[in-house]
Structures are given as C-alpha cells and as structure tokens.
C-alpha cells in the first residue's frame, strides 16, 4: 500500500515538475489518475518495456491524451526506452515527449490521442483486431492471440459524439477484452461540468452492452486492480470502470478546480503539493526503490519468453498459420501480391469495361481481398452503394456468447457494418491499422468524408495504411442533391499532408490507385470513386499511372501529327470529356494533349523530369474536373472547368449539362486560353 | 379511423407514385412514417400553410431526411404553396422537390436534412431558441413564444454520434418542449439492423434526462396521437416516443426490406402496394375529401389569428419587447449598429494595440454583444480559451424546474457552455439561426473544426448567419503539437463554397471581420484567430479592409521612392512577418507592397478594377501564410512562404524559426522570386 502511494505520487511529481519546466502542459489529469495507472500498469498490464513491438502485448490507450505526463511517466518509470532526460524536455523540439502521445515518436505510445473521442474510438479497433485475429489464428490449445486493451478516457471523450458510435459498436460486438477506465472528476475545462454533462454514464454503457462497474474510488489502488480483474473475467461484453477521481489530486489549492487541468502548478503551489504528498525528493528526482517498484523489465521478458516458448510450439503445430501470422503483423504483403496487381491491372485494361469507378473498385477488390486475408472491409451502412464487399469477404457476425461466427468454411468475418458511423468507422480503422494484422478500408459517400475528416487526418499524421473508400462523387451522384454532392472534398483532402489521393478515371486506373494504396505502408489512401458509369480510356501504355498522372492520349491519336499546342489535365469521370473536347478541337486542327491525373497527390512526389515531361513548359493548361476550381491553379493553369457552388437535385446527365461539364464547353474553354496565350 | 387510414394513405401513394415517376428516391421511410406523420400534422401540430412565416408556428424537423416525400406529401396536401405539379417533378432541376428537403427552396421547410443526425440537432437548437426567446420576451399574460418543435428521426441519425451530442444536452437543457419522434423499423440500409445496432435507445435517452415513451404502435394513429399529447405535458424534460413502424408499410413485398428504402418500388409492386392498402385512385390522384380531412389552411389561420390579436395586447403593453422580439425575429440589426461598428473599428485602431486575435475578437464582441441581445454566444468547453465570453454574456443555466435562469438583473444566459461537442454545437447553431431572434457564435480550436466540418457547409448550403470563432490557428499554437496545429484547415474551409473565411492580422481588422460577419444576412463565416499576441499593423485607412484585401504598406511607408516591385499578400499573424521583410529589403533598395488580405473569400468577390489595383500584374507575388501552400497559387504568386507537413510540439517562437516563418525567409524567397522573374 505504502508503495503503491510512492508510486501514484512519483507520477505526481514528475507531470508537475515537467509541465512546470516546460511552462505548458496538463497536470491535473495525470495527477488524478495516477492511482488508477498503478492498479493497472503495476498490477495487471501485460507488456515488455525492452520489446514494445512485442505482438501479443496489452494495448494501452490513453484517450485524454492531454494527460501525456501520466503515459510517458509509465513509460520511463516502467522501462521503455524514454531517459529521464526525454520528460526534462517534455513539449521541446523533436523531444520524445510531445505535448500529446504521438504513436511514431515515442516507445510504447500505440496510438496519438489529444483529439478527444478517437482514441476511445482507436481502442475498440485494437480490441477488435485482437478478436478477429484470436478467432482466426489460435487453435485448440494454442492462444497465441491472447491479450486485452485498455484505455484511459475522460469525459472530454465522453462528450464527443463519435464516442458514442465506439460505445455502440464495442457492445454490438461483444468486445469483453477492451476494458475502459473513465476517470470521472467532474470537471471539464469550462468547470464542474453539471450544467453541460448531464448524462447517467453507466446507464448509457449498459443501454449499448456493456458490463459496467460503477462508483470505483479511483484513488483506492486495491479497488481499481479489483475491478480490473473482475473486468478481464467478462466473457462476452466490454467493460467501463468507473473511477471517481480528483483532478489535480495531491494539489492543496488546484485540486478539484478547472485551474488544475491546462496550466502548470506554478512554484508555490508545486511546494505546497510535494508536502502535501510527503514526496520530499528533488525536481525529477526519483527514488531508487519507487524506480525498483516500478520496473517491468524482467517481469516483461519473463511474459514475452513464455509467450514465445507457446508460439514456437504453435509454429511447429501450424507452421503455415505461423508464418501468416508473422508476416501480417510486420505488414508485410504476401509475395505474390505484385503478381496479382499486375494481373489485376492488365485484365482490366484488357476487358476495357464501361463501368462506374466504385464497381471498377469492387472488380479490384474481387482481386485483391482473394489474395490478401488482411485486408477488412467495411461500409457505414452503404454496402451496396460502395460496393465495398467482394466473394472472400463474408459479413462480421459475433454469436451470442460473444464468439466470432465462421462461415460453413470456418472463414472469419471480413466486412464489417459499422452503421451510420463514419468517424467511428474511420477511427476505428486507425485501430485495426496501429494494432497490426490488418489493412483496414471502408466506405461512404464522399461528402460524408467531412463527418470523419479528424480520423483521416490522424491516419496521415500517424503514417498508417488505412483506406478510405468514398463513392458517388461530385454532381455525378444526381437526384440526392446537394446535401448529399461533393463539390470541395476531393481539392480539401488534398490539401490534408500525407493523405494520398485518387479520383481514377476507369477500370486500369482503379486498378493501379488499389495497388498503390496497398503498397504505400506508411500512408493512408482516399479513393473518390463515381456512382455512374464511365468509358474505358484508351492507353497505350499502363506503367505510367502508378506516378499519379500520364499522358493518356497524343494529338496524334485524334490523326493530327502537329505537336500539343495545350494541355487538358482531367480526373476521373471528367477524362472521357477531356478525350472528346480533343476530338472536337482536332477537327478544327487544334491539337491537344490529354494527361490524366487520377493522384495529384502522388504526382507531386516525382521528379521535375518526369513532370515536365507531362506538362511541358509553354503551351497553356486546362484542368476539368467537377470540383471547386481552386486548387487547379497550382498546376499553373490557364482555365479550369470546375464548379464553385453548390450541386442541385437532378439526373446526373442533366446537371453536367446544367454545370457546363461538356466536351464543347471544355472545348470552347481551351480555344479561349488559346486565344488569351497569343 | 376511416379518416386517418385514407389521410396517411395518401402520403403513401403520393411518395410511391413521385419515387417511382422520378425512378429514383425513398418510398419506405415516407410508407412507414405515414401514420405517425397523421398523428402529428393532422392532430397537433401548429402551423399555417398560407404563412409559413408565422412567427410562433411549431417548427417540424425531418431528420431522416431522405423521406422527404413525406414532407412534400404533408406541405401539399395541408396547403402550402406547393402544387402537385412541384410533386410530379420530384428530384427534377429548379423543381421545389428536391431530392432531400432544402430549406430556402420550398416553403415549410424549416432546414435542410438528409446528412444524418444534423436535423435532429438542428432541432435541439429550435427548442433552445424557442425557450430562451420564452424567457427573454413572454410576459406574465403574455405567451406570445410558446411553440413545439417536433422532429422525426430514424436509426441511422442515431447511429451518428452527433445524435448523442445533441440528446446530451437537449436533456441538459431540459427541452421540454422538444419532442421527437423514432421511427424505429429495424431496417438500415444493410439490412436488419440487429448486428450493428444494439442500443437500447430508451434506456440511452433516459440516461440523458429525456422523457421516454416507449414502444407505440407507430401505425396505431390515436396512439401516436396520445403519446404526442402525454409528450406535450413535460414540463422540464424533451420527450422521445419510440414508434415501432414497418418500413415501406403497405407494400406486399418490399415492406419490411432494406429494399424499400432507396430505390422505386416499381410498377408492378406499386399496383399491388394500392390493391393492397384498398387505394384506388390514379397516380397523383388525391380525392378531394382526402384533401378536406388534410386541409389545415383554415385551422392555422385561425390559429395564426388569435396569436396576432395575443401579440397586439403584447404589443400595447410592452411596445419596445414587441418592437425588439419583431426585430430579431426579422433578422435585421439594430439602427444603431452600424456607428457601433464604426467606432468599434476606429477605437481599435486608435488604441493600436498587441493582443492576440482572439483577445481582439474578444474586444470586438465585447461591443457587439453589449449592442447586439441577438448575439448568442458558446465554446465548445474552451471558453478561456476562444475567449467567447463577455460582460454582457452571462452564462445560460437552467433551473432544476426547467426554467431558464436569470442573472439578478434579469438577464437570460447568453453564453452557452456546449461541452466537448463542436460538431453538435454547429448543428444546433444552425438550428438558432434557422429559427430567428438569435445570431449565434460558438468557438473551438481551429483543429476542431474537423469534427464540426459538415454542418458548417450546411450553414453556407442554407444561407444562415452563423459564426464559427475557430482559435488558436497553426503552429502558432504551439506545445501542444501537431494534433492541435491546424494546417490545412485555413485553405479547406475557404474552398467550401458559401462559407466566408477571416484570419485577420490585427485589432482593427478583427473588429471589421466581426462586422462584415454580422451584416452577411445571408452567409456563415469562420474567424480564424491566433492564440499568441500580434502588433497592430500601421494602416492610413481602414476603409478597405471589410473588401477582404487591401493595400496595407507601400515602398514609400519604408522609405523607398519607387513603385513596388513585388508585392507580398499575408494573412493573420504573418502579416507582421511581411512588414519586417519589406523593411529588410527596403535596405537592399527593394521595393515591396505589403497587401494584407484577411478575407479571400471575400476579396474574391470584388470588381475586377479593385482586384487589380490590390495586385497588379507584372510585378511577381508572394504569398506568406502557416499553413498549406498549394492554396496560394490561385492568386498567380511566384512563390509561397507556407507549410506542407504537420506541425511539432515545441515553444511557438521555436516553431516559427524552424519552419521558416522569420522576416529573413520571407525576404530571401521575394529576391529569389524578383531573380527568376528576370
């Protein structure tokens, strides 16, 4: 008990002592919680500070991520590779200690939370990864797969809406390995939250399925390693540990008040607090035996030894299942995957089918997921729109008893209904990627890419391979109307650093932007992809897509043999106007370059050489493509055809009409710049 | 009963007859909510079909928007403005049946619903806007605010998180008159929806404050009636009444399917759907007693009547509420506004002094909330932060009775503490602005705004003034790391169209931006403001700045006789970096133009003449701005101070030099721009 009270303080000590030395930064929610890290990272967390890559460790989120001090406290006093002189530098410069928990940045951080609600959200996906995985790679005797999750959250998160759809989708799934502890001290930036946070939290927990343990003192060390281990019995639901707490706790003038939560102590006060403890060592001074107590090196090697002793047994059971295993968790493709896109991208150049992009997806997918278990499908409740599912990718079913159902083949789920959920789905997926094992993707409408954009962004900022499949792009949608047309998302996810873009323009390129998105392991993808059917284009050549744009077709192919006097750069539905507009302007002897350019994004990181050679110095640029016209200019544009303002209801085919998206419009727009070059 | 049956077969065969002549929309959520739709418009609800302006009319809010033949169906056959022909053309170009319901396009329309779970929040901020003008205005006697806002909704708005953030504090704010109406089915898109939603939706309201009538027959039209009336007696709890419906009720074959939601029910299926519900009449044939038992034009002009001659006795006894509450209610600003801006912008600028943005915009409001009781005010739990807060806006609490408290000088809240919830505070500023007598404003991190992206279009879609005070913009903000420095976010919000975008550079132009946002009638606007402190940029005239760019330093202001030989545009905090470069190569004998330009959006709308005087041609441009470049190319610049990876958690000044955001930089890329101008 004594030690326990060392060990919560000298967490105390050292998130005061560093927010004071960085003069910025959050001590009272590590202050509060430091009794219950104690219960859980003394008591019950399975993880080896020597191998933090280890696979079959617990997962550990913090969701209030604003709360750092208290995870890279764990992570220094516990082992991990995080000096003391890392918490001195907290908040500095290309420091391991950023002001919220960056996953890339720092040993054992899994996922960078500060964004409020996704990293609760990040958890269900790491809790379903592990489900999914157990239920497909252990064997009678042999759990190889066998750990839990847990996250730290408060009720900043609890707030947030996507919190719900976490909730909501853990208990559908009867996810009874995450188990949640929410650190309930009643204050929320703004103060004591009762006038703005009314909610009956365990009975909100309850009404999604969850087993829920209520009114836990959260400073009682002995109560909250009960609860947990009374948690990890359940058998077919998550669980929330609910830990009354104190803000800023140990604090004798900040505890229990807003002042607690985003300031440092101040002197004074951090005097008064390390009396108040008893904690009589020096700034950053830690004693030898609370550093002894809070070792988990040996105790971590132990549990990895015996964990690799069990693999080495089912690796000699189940040598295949163990080397599956193995590479998915490193995020290795299997090797035949450069076959299969290869082949993939010549059928569909060789069919040349007139289909809508989000088939042309579903036709790759077909390919795709046949090859690649990892790959987890999904949709927010648009199955049949985005067309997200293929033959190898049953639906997810969890049994009543919390099972995962198998197929009559014994196949595992694959693609999951999240409901109408885009964050949650989004954020979730972050998961499943960080966690390992899987490539997730999943589907929505793209203008519905604006409900999950901070989870994209967070896949990006955390260089993870999660792809986000949005269909029914721009007016081309019709009659669902502007509500429902994306008319700035393609130009705005473009502009999110790190996100790869694709808008392909047919089934080759919808090939190719799949392949890429699978091979590029640090980099989530968005594939905007049409609801209406488009033409297969013509090309001669299909090395040059994967660079993200090419020169489709040549004056010469139109049967004028003058060189390009301009350049129609067009995206996806708009490339076949683009291959009219030079029909038309051939017949005027005008001749015109066509470059496709399904990814600005990847076109951006070739070489100047390749670039000039694509959009050669000049002769004037005309861009089509049915968005916001802006973002076009960067490529030094002469015109652009797009759309500045909202889309209407209609057909399809009437709105391109209505919004000038026609091969004589784009025509007459390339004799205009013509004419303004002379 | 008769009645009832033949009123809400009505609805059924006008929306199966409209989707099936559009060939494409939603029959089954119309079908299934027919009856409950009987219940409240035939029953209770309080409207006037020839004035859908009445002031104190109950607002009726389609959440599941994509039945909006149910509303069309409603608005015809009660009486509105909206001939059968405009149903005919459901989904057709400029028809006012659009394919999910606009507000602004068709009368009765109270807002714009089909992205999920916004109409529902929407409604939230009715109800609000409704109680606090109650508060503010009724005197004892005198109800002249005192209406229901009733809302339909299905499972996918409550499988969207926002939902949950929209109930939290619909119950926190104890809405008793709010009452929404589930129409739960069991059907989603992807089918039953039993694997991905398990929420126990009575319990999960409870758990929020909410009044819960559970289990009504949704097709049992006296029940519906009932419950709606038990509903109307809460007095300080929101009431949801779970109707169990069928989806596409009436139909042999597709009720009861996720078919019957999104695509026509055919002709054959619709002819045995009308020999099934015993329909006998023509396509868009309604007989005329079927219009008679609708017909609500007498009804709600009397109704509309008796209030009128309320609001005259209202009126004789206190003229200057009844002058105040018509005002707000219109939308327009007080006389006196327009000198308050005035010399809210001339004290600014005479006191010249260095704040940061968000303190100057707290300086601004400081006026404009004193002069404007419209202005309603909210964070999203950073109220220290954004700095929302102001004399005049004391905080909105609610009694344990339900009522709305009041300061002892009797004054309403008007400051909202909104939680962790940005993108449900968006929504339900929209719904205060859609409802009248308020302009509300709410803050967040710029970041945030991710999370409230959506409903932020949706504003500009629906043309509603409404603020967004988005703080702590880019690196500037400093420790607290990449996931809180907003990069991208300046230059994707300026690309949705509609929307005006701010990120002024000082006092002055902060008090002209909230200006010009509080005259735009008719458009939202997004301030982006700095966390750090900012010197007053030396202006001769201030004039120009509400044109959104303007000529801020000419060479002569450094010394330099000659004309400009570039011209550097910055925006917000890097304005001042832009003076200190001009006065570094002024040394050099380099003339520069410093033009500041706090509103793209809104420079973009001026005459050409005045564009070009800002930026001449011929004189190469650079732009400087913390956040990513490729917007900047749209304005011809040679080159582009900005930044194309995410941020890092650091001291800001330390960011600044790091990312290249110094005076030295700014000049170095203008000489490297004039020498490849040569």
């Known amino acids: ?386 067309l997200t599912n293929t033959k190898s990718t049953p639906a997810l079913r969890i049994e009543p008893n919390g099972a995962v159902a198998k197929t009559e083949a014994g196949q595992v789920g694959r693609h999951i209904n999240y409901g109408v959920r885009e964050f949650g789905m989004a954020a979730i997926m972050n998961g499943l990627a960080l966690h390992g094992g899987f490539i997730p993707y999943g589907g929505t409408f793209l203008t519905f890419s604006d409900y999950s954009r901070n989870a994209i962004r967070m896949a990006a900022l955390m260089k993870q391979r999660v792809i986000h499949v949005f269909t029914h792009d721009s007016i081309g949608l019709g009659e669902d109307g502007p509500t429902h047309q994306s008319i700035e998302h393609a130009a705005s996810l473009r502009l999110i650093p790190g996100l790869d873009v694709w808008r392909p323009a047919d089934t080759a390129e919808t090939a190719v932007a799949w392949s890429v998105a699978l091979s590029n392991r640090d980099k989530p993808t968005a594939l905007l992809l049409s609801r209406q059917n488009l033409p297969y284009a013509p090309k001669s050549d299909l090395g040059d897509i994967s660079r993200g744009a090419y020169i489709l077709s040549e004056p010469a192919a139109v049967g004028l043999k003058k060189k390009a006097q301009a350049v129609i750069i067009a995206t996806g539905s708009e490339v076949q106007l683009a291959l009219a507009a030079q029909q038309l302007l051939a017949a005027k002897k005008i001749a015109v370059r066509v470059v496709s350019m399904p990814s600005t994004t990847t076109f951006d990181r070739e070489d100047t050489k390749y670039k000039q050679l694509v959009l050669p110095a000049g002769i004037p640029r005309i861009a089509v493509e049915m968005g916001v016209s802006d973002f076009w200019w960067k490529y030094g544009c002469a015109a652009v055809v797009g759309i500045d303002t909202y889309g209407e209801s209609a057909p399809a085919g009437v709105l391109f009409k209505h919004f000038g998206f026609t091969a004589e419009n784009v025509a007459d727009t390339v004799l205009a710049a013509l004419q303004r070059a002379r």
Not at 35 to 61: C, E, I, S, Y
Not at 139 to 162: K, N, P, Q, S, W
Not at 266 to 278: C, D, F, K, S, V
Not at 334 to 356: C, L, M, N, R, W
């Open 1 to 386: 008990m004594a030690n326990s009270q060392q060990m919560a303080n000298a967490i105390r000590a050292l998130a005061m002592d560093a927010v004071q030395q960085a003069n910025s930064g959050h001590p009272g929610a590590p202050m509060g919680m430091a009794d219950m890290a104690v219960a859980l990272w003394g008591r019950h967390l399975k993880h080896n500070p020597t191998n933090p890559q280890w696979m079959d460790r617990d997962r550990f989120v913090l969701s209030n991520g604003h709360a750092s001090m208290l995870l890279y406290s764990l992570l220094h006093l516990t082992g991990y590779d995080l000096p003391l002189q890392e918490l001195k530098n907290f908040r500095q410069l290309h420091s391991k200690t950023p002001g919220h928990p960056e996953h890339g940045i720092t040993p054992g951080v899994e996922t960078t939370t500060g964004p409020l609600g996704q990293g609760v959200t990040n958890a269900v996906g790491f809790a379903l990864a592990e489900k999914l995985l157990a239920a497909e790679f252990n064997r009678e005797g042999h759990a190889v797969v066998d750990h839990h999750t847990y996250v730290f959250l408060g009720d900043g998160c609890l707030m947030e809406g996507i919190s719900h759809e976490a909730v909501a989708l853990a208990g559908a799934w009867k996810l009874n390995k995450l188990i949640a502890l929410y650190d309930d001290n009643g204050i929320s930036i703004d103060g004591q939250v009762a006038p703005w946070f009314i909610d009956n939290t365990p009975q909100r927990f309850m009404a999604c399925g969850w087993n829920v343990i209520d009114a836990v003192d959260g400073h009682d060390v002995e109560a909250v390693a009960a609860a947990i281990g009374q948690a990890k019995a359940s058998a077919d639901k998550p669980t929330l540990i609910v830990c009354k707490t104190v803000i800023g706790k140990g604090s004798p003038n900040r505890a229990n008040t807003a002042k607690a939560h985003g300031e440092p102590l101040g002197a004074e006060e951090i005097n008064l607090t390390r009396a108040a403890l008893g904690w009589t060592h020096e700034p950053f001074a830690i004693p030898e035996s609370v550093y002894a107590d809070w070792d988990a090196k040996a105790a971590g090697q132990a549990a990895e030894a015996e964990w690799t002793l069990r693999f080495a047994a089912y690796e000699a059971a189940y040598p295949e299942l163990a080397f599956e295993l193995s590479r998915r968790m490193a995020g290795d493709l299997p090797k035949h995957f450069a076959q299969v896109a290869v082949d993939t991208v010549v059928a569909a150049h060789t069919k040349a089918e007139t289909v809508a992009s989000r088939k042309a997806s579903q036709i790759a997918l077909e390919a795709f997921t046949a090859a690649l278990p990892e790959l987890l499908g999904g949709s927010a409740d648009l199955t049949g729109s985005n």
